[in-house]
């Protein structure tokens, strides 16, 4: 009697424990009170006031190379079927190894120090060494490989295409500049335009920010981007709702640079205003605090869009958030494009992090947040990200790894493609879905 006494107990212990953990694993579902996460800086944003009416609409019909239109659907030339240019993807061309460049890139991330001395005497220094230790919580099915590596880009074109993502959304320096840990790579994009161009995806460009960067040298840049690469097939435009084609671009951190600087160049009557000329296009700023939306609107973007997959993270990352944050831009003739992302890790580089990290839950994370981001209505849905390894945000494959010192995470019980997968059945999904809204 004693003896089943005590199996019983156990057994109860075991549900017990089981029904804890499910439901630790669910809470990473719900945001946080956000605001207590945020990283140095974000609380000091700057403010303004103006704007000007231009957002864009998507058209169903059929576009020439270099002239596609949002809501176009165009049969992809691998065996997975279509493809929607409505659906775009954040992609990096900052890694490297040994072989193709003589050294790892950010596969060897420094340890980011936390900004209160204090506690960053609590966490590890240094950076990683590949290929078996890398900066990342995740291990890719490729090895820590090199962007510029003409496998390795057909190969993530490949997937991009299986993922039904018909724009990636290029990170993008200006010659001769970088991230703090990696080195220019503008000379590669005319391999990752032809390489898109091969697989039927466009490309558009998430202008980065770098030391010095404005309004003024925003201008050049765009400049140098549609002169360089306007007339390539793979280049992604828009239609606007005057009916003109004109280039999107992403502007992240936007917010670095006063509003009124951008009113110069976004505004009809702006001191060096782009409006008009044959550099027009469509300027998406990043919002990340709920005042930002107003910074937005004065500066003379044509919409906005908020990046970070930590649901919780930011107000703009918040997904309850954005049926208020859509309602703004609908009354002020914005764009609102909402960002999904299948999960956030970054305690690889930032081990100081972990209050920011969003389990994947097996891909129920990443559905919760393309549920919300259709919930909305959105001309346009990104996806954070495809290959940002750092954040732990990556639907690129990845694979089980285990070393000496390190236990990699994985998607298992699922395959590799697992969330190239997931992005497919809610691209899917989205334009079935918008065929009804648009009727």
């Given at each position: ?14 549900f ?10 669910l ?11 945020l990283?140095p800086?974000l ?14 609409v998507s058209q169903?019909?059929v576009?020439?190379?270099g002239?596609?239109r ?8 691998g065996?997975?079927g279509t493809?929607f240019y409505?659906?775009h993807?954040?992609?990096?061309v ?5 072989s ?7 596969w060897?991330?420094?340890l ?6 204090k ?8 950076r990683h ?16 490989y ?8 057909e190969s ?19 010659p ?6 990696g080195?220019?790579t ?26 010095g ?14 002169d ?5 097939g793979a280049?992604y ?5 005057t009916g ?6 992403y502007?992240?951190d936007?917010?670095l ?7 110069d160049?976004l ?10 000329t044959?550099?027009?296009?469509v300027?998406?700023a990043?919002?990340?605090e709920e005042r930002?939306k ?13 990046y970070f997959a ?6 703009g990352s ?8 859509k309602?703004f831009?609908?009354?002020n ?16 580089v ?23 981001a259709?919930?909305?209505r959105?001309?346009i849905v990104?996806?954070?990200?495809f290959?940002e390894?750092h ?5 690129e494959?990845?694979v ?5 010192t ?6 298992q ?7 190239l ?9 989205f ?6 809204w648009?009727?």
């Amino acid at each position: 009697m004693a003896r089943l006494r005590k199996k019983a107990c156990i057994a109860l212990f075991l549900f017990t424990l089981f029904v804890f953990g499910t439901m630790m694993g669910l809470r990473t579902l719900k945001p946080s009170d956000g605001f207590s996460d945020l990283a140095p800086g974000l609380g000091l944003l700057p403010m303004i006031g103006g704007r000007m009416d231009r957002r864009s609409v998507s058209q169903d019909v059929v576009s020439s190379p270099g002239q596609v239109r949002a809501k176009v659907v165009l049969s992809n030339s691998g065996p997975e079927g279509t493809i929607f240019y409505d659906v775009h993807i954040f992609y990096s061309v900052w890694y490297g190894n040994p072989s193709m460049d003589g050294k790892y890139m950010h596969w060897d991330h420094v340890l980011v120090p936390h900004w209160d001395p204090k506690i960053a005497a609590s966490y590890p220094k240094g950076r990683h060494m590949p290929p078996e230790d890398i900066g990342s919580s995740f291990y890719p099915e490729l090895g820590p490989y090199s962007s510029r590596d003409p496998d390795v880009l057909e190969s993530h074109m490949e997937q991009i295409g299986a993922a039904a993502a018909g724009v990636l959304v290029l990170s993008w320096y200006p010659p001769g500049l970088a991230d703090d840990n990696g080195e220019p790579t503008e000379d590669l994009v005319p391999a990752v335009l032809d390489a898109a161009h091969r697989h039927n995806l466009k490309v558009a460009f998430h202008l980065q920010p770098y030391r010095g960067r404005s309004d003024h040298s925003v201008h050049d840049n765009i400049k140098y981007i549609i002169d360089r690469y306007g007339d390539h097939g793979a280049f992604y435009k828009f239609t606007s709702s005057t009916g003109n084609i004109l280039p999107l671009f992403y502007i992240y951190d936007s917010y670095l640079t006063p509003p009124e600087n951008w009113s110069d160049l976004l505004h009809p009557t702006g001191s060096h205003s782009l409006r008009g000329t044959a550099y027009d296009s469509v300027f998406i700023a990043l919002i990340v605090e709920e005042r930002h939306k107003h910074d937005i609107l004065a500066g003379g973007f044509d919409g906005m869009y908020t990046y970070f997959a930590s649901n919780g993270f930011s107000f703009g990352s918040s997904h309850q958030n954005w049926i208020a944050v859509k309602a703004f831009c609908d009354g002020n003739n914005l764009l609102f494009i909402p960002s999904a992302g299948p999960g956030y890790i970054d305690t690889a580089v930032r081990p100081w992090n972990n209050h920011n990290t969003r389990n994947r839950v097996n891909g129920r994370y990443y559905e919760t947040a393309l549920q919300a981001a259709l919930n909305v209505r959105p001309e346009i849905v990104t996806i954070t990200s495809f290959n940002e390894w750092h954040e732990g945000t990556q639907i690129e494959r990845a694979v089980p790894k285990k070393t000496v010192t390190r236990l990699y995470l994985d998607y298992q019980p699922h395959q590799p493609e697992h969330y190239l997968e997931l992005t497919r059945r809610w691209a899917e999904q989205f334009n079935k879905e918008k065929e009804t809204w648009l009727m």
